[in-house]
């Protein structure tokens, strides 16, 4: 039993960092960001990158491969902001559904862009995160589980002052809440949109890396997966709520681990899709969401 | 759009396309088994075309390659040898993508080219949508590398296996397991027809083996974490996990069974049999064990091949590339002794061909159009992380 919480609590720190990403750029823009599980895969295949390029890295364990994530974070979120400012932006006042189009479309262009630089084989990667295994209460815990999941926990207390604290993120707060107003009071909109995209993106990348040095195996499919489920994650806390994506994922995480240890490995996405349908139907705002009041 | 969407909940602005998207996928997937028997039949002069359709993109785009080169190599040396019935060799490919889908049009494309005869065939789940296809057509098939038992029990006329069945190659697991005492043993697929077909093979063979399976679970390809797997499999006290998916997956499953302190044997099936198993796994490769066709550089006499090949392609063969050499090798010799390139006298020639030489033995279809000699063996993963032999089960 402890075993499957443990288990779930690490792959729902994956999820949940995806998930915020993707969260926060549907809180601000209503968009919901498809390319942003292919940013997840980009930032896997930067780290790839930057560790056989700079061949001391490899060895350097644990301080080496924070470093490397750091470089593909910045890359990632770069990254991010541009495919807002190309594909995004200029469809800003069209109808929700062009942008979700090209948001499937970029999805693609990512993912067969990096099969073309790397080919279509899985990528095996420079440096894997090794160490002891701990035990206690019969259930088993990794030491590499350990730093991620505190990586992970890191990077999302960060974001929460980020967006609670700072200007920025009161101006955040403030678009997601009414654009035209906040833009009234004097806030620059495109400004602060970029910034939502590069944090996302950002986060999104810090992920792939983790999830590379983790399981040591990258391919250029890898971000879909997790695409949905961050989107799934995101919708069962609460789309557009921090707090509901990093709760969202961690409770998929969770559903998950109980769902296949009960039905067999084969219905983890089932169950996963499941639940999202049923919370579509019966809470769309999700657990931690507020209800929509519909603005006439 | 009428403004009337605009005030639409956002839930079914989403939905709306993927729903749509599906449906066109499924209306194009239904379309294209219609287009079967459409090609014309084989010119009577110009070269004979024999068509492959093999994963040339996709999680199993290594393959192909592999494939497309043995292919190569036969046609190469058969035509520098004078070509078939007068008439030279041409290879044509279509990328199956390990897909259903795409294996249909791939198979179509062929037809529609005039392709003579089918070598090829990696993925079970991708060659069984075609065989109808190529039935209609009257082209008869040797497929090299997919051995589903669902190949055979479809029970069609052309079609032909030159590799060992999962029945044969289930055999070969037990009968190692039971010859080195691990009489409790756990069964891991991925869920794609080729590891399903394997799993249950040895599922229903193990009782007559001496072994019990204790654990029979299948996970979803395409994830990175098995941990629910895994767990399953140390508490299940198997003496011995036998994995019939392909090799990224079983990499990763490999790693994290280690990882979860699991002390047992590890065996995998001929999918994960490549030298990126290893690399994907780390480590936690060391003693893992295969079930799998010979491949060259197990083979005794097998240098000169290597080295034409090597010579040829400017890399080392990879997996399946002999077995594709033999199917066309096997095609070419049909053909000649058919004394046509007529499906039915082709497939008839086939029928009646006996102990042609091949890799893995002597070459005579049973009565199923399968091997009648299995031809796996055990390897091992090498110091350098390819497989190599290290029982071949003779005795």
């Known amino acids: 039993m402890l075993q499957l919480v443990i288990d779930g609590l690490f792959v729902g720190s994956f999820y949940a960092l995806v998930a915020l990403g993707y969260s926060m750029v549907y809180g601000i823009i209503k968009l919901l960001n498809f390319a942003h599980g292919d940013i997840y895969m980009v930032g896997a295949f930067t780290g790839l990158v930057v560790f056989s390029t700079v061949s001391g890295l490899a060895g350097g364990g644990i301080l080496s491969i924070l470093l490397v994530m750091l470089i593909a974070m910045i890359f990632t979120g770069l990254l991010g902001v541009g495919i807002e400012r190309i594909a995004y932006r200029p469809l800003r006042k069209s109808p929700r559904l062009a942008v979700l189009i090209t948001a499937v479309g970029m999805s693609f262009i990512l993912e067969y862009g990096v099969r073309q630089i790397f080919g279509p084989n899985p990528q095996v990667y420079g440096a894997r995160l090794e160490g002891a295994t701990l035990s206690f209460l019969d259930a088993r815990i990794t030491l590499p589980q350990i730093v991620l999941m505190v990586v992970a926990a890191a990077l999302m207390v960060v974001l929460n002052l980020y967006i609670m604290r700072s200007r920025d993120g009161r101006a955040m707060r403030a678009i997601a809440l009414d654009p035209q107003g906040a833009q009234l009071m004097g806030v620059n909109v495109d400004k602060v949109i970029s910034r939502t995209f590069f944090i996302g993106s950002a986060l999104a990348g810090a992920a792939g890396v983790m999830a590379g040095a983790y399981y040591g195996s990258i391919d250029f499919l890898m971000g879909f997966v997790i695409g949905l489920k961050a989107f799934t994650a995101a919708v069962i806390g609460g789309i557009g709520n921090l707090y509901g994506a990093m709760l969202g994922g961690i409770v998929l995480g969770l559903l998950e681990a109980f769902g296949t240890h009960w039905l067999g490995g084969q219905w983890r996405d089932v169950f996963s899709f499941a639940c999202l349908i049923l919370f579509l139907s019966f809470r769309p705002t999700g657990i931690l969401g507020a209800r929509v009041v519909e603005r006439m | 759009m009428s403004t009337r969407s605009t005030r639409r909940s956002s839930w079914r602005t989403v939905f709306a396309p993927i729903a749509l998207a599906a449906t066109a996928v499924l209306t194009l997937a239904g379309c294209s088994g219609g287009l079967a028997g459409g090609g014309d039949a084989a010119s009577e002069d110009g070269p004979i075309k024999l068509g492959m359709a093999a994963p040339f993109s996709g999680s199993e785009s290594a393959f192909g390659p592999y494939m497309q080169n043995g292919a190569q190599l036969a046609i190469d040396e058969i035509n520098a040898a004078g070509g078939v019935l007068g008439r030279q060799l041409e290879l044509v490919t279509a990328d199956d993508a390990c897909d259903a889908t795409s294996a249909t049009a791939a198979a179509n494309k062929l037809v529609t080219d005039g392709i003579v005869a089918s070598v090829g065939g ?211 010799e049909a053909i000649t002794n058919a004394g046509t390139t007529d499906g039915e006298a082709v497939i008839t020639a086939l029928e009646g061909l006996k102990d042609f030489p091949i890799f893995s033995g002597s070459l005579t279809f049973s009565p199923e159009h399968t091997l009648t000699e299995g031809g796996f063996a055990i390897v091992t993963v090498g110091p350098d992380g390819t497989f190599v032999l290290k029982d071949d089960l003779k005795s």
Do not use: H
Not at chain 2, 140 to 165: C, D, H, Q, R, Y
Not at chain 2, 181 to 188: E, F, P, V
Not at chain 2, 244 to 270: F, H, N, P, R
């Open chain 2, 122 to 332: 990696y993925c079970s789940g991708a060659t069984l949508p075609t065989l109808p296809i190529f039935e209609a057509a009257n082209i008869p098939m040797v497929i090299p590398a997919a051995n589903s038992n669902e190949l055979v029990k479809a029970g069609l006329n052309n079609v032909f296996l030159i590799n060992g069945t999962g029945t044969q190659q289930a055999e070969a697991a037990i009968k190692y397991a039971a010859k080195e005492g691990l009489t409790n043993i756990a069964l891991l697929d991925d869920n794609t027809d080729y590891a399903k077909d394997l799993a249950n093979s040895v599922a229903s063979q193990a009782a007559d083996g001496g072994v019990t399976v204790v654990l029979q679970d299948s996970v979803n390809a395409g994830e990175s974490d098995y941990a629910a797997a895994v767990n399953k499999i140390v508490s299940s006290g198997a003496q011995l996990l036998y994995w019939t998916g392909y090799y990224q997956e079983g990499g990763l499953i490999v790693s994290q069974l280690k990882a979860a302190g699991y002390t047992g044997q590890i065996m995998v099936g001929d999918g994960s049999v490549d030298a990126k198993f290893a690399e994907i796994a780390g480590p936690a490769a060391d003693g893992v064990l295969g079930t799998f066709t010979q491949t060259p550089d197990m083979l005794e006499g097998a240098e000169t091949w290597i080295s034409d090949y090597t010579e040829k392609f400017g890399a080392a063969p990879g997996p399946y590339s002999t077995q594709s050499y033999d199917a066309v090798r096997v095609v070419a």
